[in-house]
């Protein structure tokens, strides 16, 4: 990455102290807009999957087994599906013989049609990928161009970025149709762990879905069947649907999140297993609602605005991002923390309203998560540590000089406290108007909060 008094203005910036923090003195605005009211099938509790059984299930509890498996709720017209899950042998020893943790763990997601009249179900967007072999965990640049979406680690950031750029892979049809009073598969896809060292992977999936008719929506987990011969078999439609019936909760269950009202206690966020409200949030960047402009800073100052607020850390701007759910199983995620799978629509209508032309810089940044800011300003590590908190595609778009249109696809890697490189430069000239817009999808294995940053360069004398 760039040095850090590259990125910003050296007046900006106080000197590091013993602890290697760099603060950046500087306003931080909550984001305008708000999320839409798509709901958004939210499977990723639990993350780990070792036992059998359903991961959420949306069926009303009529004639099932287990009753408190199933939440009651129907979707109709635009929805998103997004699950994320893991699995590992367990344990490893037992990988020599023939046992439920040698075979390939299943993910099922079943839709049922209860009404009297077909369903279609269009499937305008899908991406789902394992971590081995399709998306490996590799070390990347903190910042590279991605024009075609070969630049990825993780399932996660594979998957967003496909579904950033309109795909549909190709293991989806373009449209479902589900029979009256029937069920059909959605997914029915391993996560295999076998010969891998360790013995662990990863599937994340995106789905943006469009129903003319009522659905329900379950995930499942069930192990392969094995055949008479000892190979394996995917399970079908009868079994899934057998398993939905009569099984509970797959486990082990994760971590019980804390009450949000709780806030003197240390905050476990939980992972999330229910129908989250929203798929996109639209954003109109502006200085006030009566303007239509975003005014630039001055030159050597700085504002950002915040991304994917959640509780605890709203960056001194009290806005909680993060979506409700609709309706979640009680030992889950109170929100969708992180609103993993969720887009993010940033227009800024930029305006130079200064004498002099302006170099103007967009950057997202990962600075040190707090609720409130201790220091007028965000906190950043002069050396940021190990852990990536940021991984995924930022789609940008603007006009050049010569006013022709450009989209340029980002990849960035960010670490906690790292404050990142500039998306785009603009070269401004005394007032004029420039429109950007930031778009991308807040990628699984991420951890919030993120700023979009707009600098403009310090004068030179």
């Known amino acids: 990455m760039l040095p850090l008094l590259l990125i910003f203005p050296i007046a900006q910036l106080t000197p590091a102290t013993p602890t290697e923090e760099v603060v950046q003195p500087q306003e931080v605005r909550p984001l305008p807009g708000k999320l839409d009211t798509v709901p958004t099938f939210n499977s990723n509790s639990?993350?780990?999957?070792?036992?059998?059984?359903?991961?959420?299930?949306?069926?009303?509890?009529?004639?099932?087994?287990?009753?408190t498996a199933h939440l009651n709720f129907p979707f109709r017209g635009r929805f998103d599906v997004f699950a994320h899950h893991v699995a590992r042998a367990e344990p490893p020893e037992n990988l020599r013989r023939r046992s439920p943790s040698e075979t390939s763990l299943y993910l099922g997601i079943i839709l049922h049609n209860p009404g009297s009249k077909a369903v279609k179900v269009n499937i305008w967007q899908a991406a789902s990928y394992l971590s081995q072999p399709d998306a490996p965990f590799i070390q990347l640049p903190s910042f590279s161009q991605n024009p075609l979406g070969k630049i990825f680690a993780g399932p996660g950031d594979r998957a967003m970025s496909d579904v950033l750029r309109g795909?549909?892979?190709?293991?989806?049809?373009?449209?479902?149709?589900?029979?009256?009073?029937?069920?059909?598969?959605?997914?029915?896809?391993p996560i295999p762990v076998q010969g891998l060292t360790p013995p662990l992977n990863g599937r994340s999936t995106l789905m943006r879905l469009q129903s003319n008719g009522t659905v329900y929506a379950a995930s499942l987990a069930m192990f392969a069947r094995v055949n008479p011969d000892g190979s394996?078999?995917?399970?079908?439609?009868?079994?899934?649907?057998?398993?939905?019936?009569?099984?509970?909760?797959?486990?082990?269950?994760?971590k019980i999140p804390t009450p949000l009202e709780e806030t003197g206690k240390p905050r476990i966020y939980g992972r999330v297993a229910g129908v989250a409200s929203?798929?996109?949030?639209?954003?109109?960047?502006?200085?006030?609602?009566?303007?239509?402009?975003?005014?630039?800073?001055?030159?050597?100052?700085?504002?950002?605005?915040?991304?994917?607020?959640?509780?605890?850390?709203?960056?001194?701007?009290?806005?909680i991002q993060s979506a409700s759910?609709?309706?979640?199983?009680?030992?889950?995620?109170?929100?969708?923390?992180?609103?993993?799978?969720?887009?993010?629509?940033?227009?800024?209508?930029?305006?130079?309203?200064?004498q002099r032309p302006q170099t103007v810089s967009l950057a997202i940044q990962t600075p040190l998560k707090e609720d409130q800011l201790v220091k007028p300003g965000l906190r950043f590590f002069a050396t940021p540590p190990r852990q990536v908190f940021f991984r995924g595609t930022v789609r940008v778009r603007y006009k050049d000089e010569k006013g022709q249109p450009q989209t340029q696809f980002v990849h960035l890697v960010q670490k906690r406290g790292q404050p990142g490189e500039p998306l785009v430069s603009l070269n401004m000239k005394a007032g004029d108007r420039s429109l950007v817009e930031v778009d991308f999808l807040y990628p699984p294995d991420a951890t919030p909060p993120q700023v979009l940053t707009v600098s403009t360069q310090a004068e030179t004398r």
């Open 325 to 354: 759910m609709l309706v979640r199983y009680p030992d889950t995620a109170y929100r969708a923390h992180g609103n993993y799978g969720i887009q993010y629509n940033l227009k800024l209508p930029l305006y130079n309203n200064t």
């Open 278 to 319: 929203g798929s996109r949030w639209r954003a109109l960047l502006v200085d006030n609602p009566k303007t239509r402009h975003l005014t630039i800073p001055q030159p050597g100052q700085v504002f950002s605005y915040a991304l994917s607020t959640l509780d605890g850390g709203t960056l001194g701007t009290g806005q």
């Open 167 to 189: 795909r549909r892979q190709e293991i989806f049809p373009a449209q479902i149709e589900i029979p009256a009073k029937q069920s059909r598969m959605l997914l029915n896809l």
């Open 46 to 67: 639990p993350e780990l999957v070792l036992k059998e059984g359903i991961l959420l299930s949306t069926f009303p509890p009529d004639g099932k087994k287990v009753p």
């Open 232 to 254: 394996e078999r995917s399970p079908n439609l009868e079994e899934w649907q057998n398993l939905l019936n009569n099984s509970d909760v797959a486990g082990p269950r994760d």
